[in-house]
């Protein structure tokens, strides 16, 4: 496995991340500890070093197994884990992104992750009520104690992403290094703002749901064993299945899987991505991380890029309008050698 870096950083982290959502059964599935353990064992022994979790994956198990597996190699490995859900529903201070929560979350991460720091702490989810002013000062702070070596954002709108950095870079707090959002063949409504903000602060995405919740494998184009047809949803809708047979079509013309085909769609369209690949099982993971070995060609990526399509939305569209632009230009934008225009 090959490496990147975190963002503006030095941190080397691989180029596939684990996603561990499903260590542990609490939910009524995922995987138990011994088959979480395989999994970390087969993507270390890939070259993996990157780690996804958080406070609520799993009611905790999440994390205690990776604390259980990491303990005598702490620092072979990168650990992202995550605040802001509940720990306490009883307790108004005891979820949401405010510094109390910040810090109290982490205290309890740390302890099931058997650590004394974790590598990067994620703000997990946007509560519209706490300042961004709070929760920069605060990560900062985290950061200058040794508890947290980098700081990132997830699930969070692109202008407040941007007023965070902002604020970090006047007042010489942490930046924030990666953005984790949703992002696959189905879902790339981040192309609008998010990932053009990422790109413009040197931030690494870092994507979850890359196969759209195994939408893209295909198993959701066929009725099941039980004949039960897939719920309607963004995943499973006429433009999802459209997509998804596009992907299996592929799929067929290469020796390559639908789970592969998506997986590499995403890192040769956008540099900055690292996907964060989850597992029922260490065969199914192996074949996920078989991707950083296969490539498709321009016309397969340019026919999953039509089949995928999005409407860029108002101002986008309007301002890549070719009236707007030669009003804008004088006609002479054709003269102009940059690269700054959007690619939507």
């Keep these: 496995m090959k490496y990147k870096f975190l963002g503006k950083s030095g941190l080397r982290v691989s180029e596939l991340c684990l996603g561990t959502m499903t260590f542990g059964t609490e939910w009524g599935y995922g995987a138990d500890e011994a088959e979480a353990i395989l999994q970390m064992q087969a993507f270390t022994e890939a070259g993996g070093n990157f780690i996804d979790t958080a406070n609520r994956y799993t009611e905790g198990s999440s994390e205690r197994i990776i604390g259980n597996f990491i303990q005598s190699q702490r620092n072979k ?14 307790d108004p201070n005891a979820h949401g992104n405010h510094r109390k929560n910040m810090v109290h979350s982490l205290e309890g991460s740390l302890q099931r992750l058997k650590t004394d720091y974790v590598d990067v702490l994620y703000l997990h989810i946007w509560d519209f009520t706490t300042p961004v002013e709070e929760i920069m000062r605060g990560m900062d702070d985290l950061v200058r104690s040794g508890k947290v070596l980098y700081v990132a954002i997830s699930d969070t709108p692109a202008w407040i992403v941007s007023r965070a950095n902002t604020l970090a870079e006047w007042r010489d707090y942490a930046p924030l290094l990666a953005l984790q959002c949703e992002l696959s063949l189905i879902q790339r409504s981040p192309e609008r703002d998010l990932i053009p903000m990422a790109d413009f602060y040197g931030m690494t995405v870092t994507a979850w749901a ?91 990526l340019q026919k999953l890029d039509e089949v995928s399509r999005i409407e860029p939305g108002f101002p986008h569209d309007f301002l890549q309008s070719d009236g707007v632009k030669d009003a804008t230009f004088g006609g002479l934008i054709h003269r102009l050698q940059h690269d700054r225009f959007p690619k939507l």
């Design 210 to 300: 890359p196969l759209a919740g195994g939408a893209l494998s295909g198993k959701y184009l066929h009725a099941d064993a039980k004949g039960r047809v897939p719920e309607h949803s963004l995943r499973r809708s006429e433009r999802a299945n459209q997509i998804v047979k596009k992907v299996v079509e592929i799929a067929g013309e290469t020796e390559m899987s639908a789970t592969q085909v998506a997986l590499c769609w995403l890192r040769q369209k956008y540099a900055n991505v690292i996907p964060v690949i989850g597992a029922r099982n260490t065969l199914q993971l192996k074949e996920s991380m078989a991707c950083q070995d296969k490539k498709l060609t321009e016309q397969h």
């Design 77 to 90: 490995y990168v650990i992202a884990t995550k605040y802001t859900l509940w720990n306490n529903r009883e």
